[in-house]
């Protein structure tokens, strides 16, 4: 069988998905490449910003492995699929493993606040766009924590990659799932959805206006 019931080739991550995970990583190198150049760097910004509003929103109204109420589990969950994962019996999912959704948590986590912060920053080669709307103390204080949030994240995309290269050495092709959007897991797997995946357009013409309304506000319109 050939289809997206296919246990050898299902049908797990969207092309929206996709996209947003192969631009995350350039708009990132983007923004410190253009750290200092304001113009080109408040565009990336924008584009950022744009990008983590739509996958919230696509984790919430998007097609079934993408939402965060799928892939996202409790602490019992989580121990019992790390003890799996060190006993070599660790159950097979399609989606973001236990760990791996923790991972996703906190890296828009992360993110959103590397974001937040950029957006209060007064560091004298260029302001954030809202640098102005709060009392200077709290601008100082974005401005101090910007450049450690962007360490922190450096050390999450690091343990990222990591977490790749261990599961393909455990015989878990993670990368290539994301590229081709389809997975083989090999034998059942925990989270398989029965209804085909057949992609929401009007969803995602909701998110993507959702999400732009938002960049519109802060960079244009505030």
């Given amino acids: ?120 920053i007064d560091d004298f080669i260029f302001p954030g766009p809202l640098y102005d709307r709060v009392p200077a103390a709290v601008s100082d204080w974005m401005t101090h924590w910007h450049p450690r949030i962007f360490k922190l994240l450096l050390g999450l995309i690091a343990l990222h990659l990591l977490a790749i290269v261990v599961y393909r050495l455990k015989g878990e092709k993670l990368a290539k799932a994301m590229l081709t959007g389809k997975k083989q897991p090999g034998k059942q797997p925990r989270d398989l959805r029965a209804e085909p995946q057949v992609f929401p357009w009007p969803r995602f013409v909701l998110a993507v206006i959702l999400a732009l309304l938002p960049v519109g506000v802060v960079f244009y319109w505030l």
């Fill in 1 to 120: 069988m050939k289809d997206q019931q296919d246990v050898q080739n299902i049908k797990v991550w969207d092309w929206s998905i996709r996209v947003f995970h192969g631009s995350l990583p350039l708009v990132i190198f983007a923004l410190w490449f253009t750290r200092l150049d304001t113009e080109i760097h408040m565009l990336f910004a924008q584009l950022l910003m744009f990008l983590l509003l739509y996958r919230l929103i696509w984790g919430v109204i998007g097609t079934p492995y993408a939402r965060f109420g799928h892939f996202l589990y409790g602490p019992r969950t989580l121990l019992d699929y790390i003890k799996g994962f060190f006993t070599g019996k660790k159950p097979p999912y399609l989606s973001h493993n236990p760990l791996g959704g923790l991972m996703v948590l906190v890296m828009l986590l992360v993110l959103g606040l590397q974001l937040m912060t950029g957006l209060f």
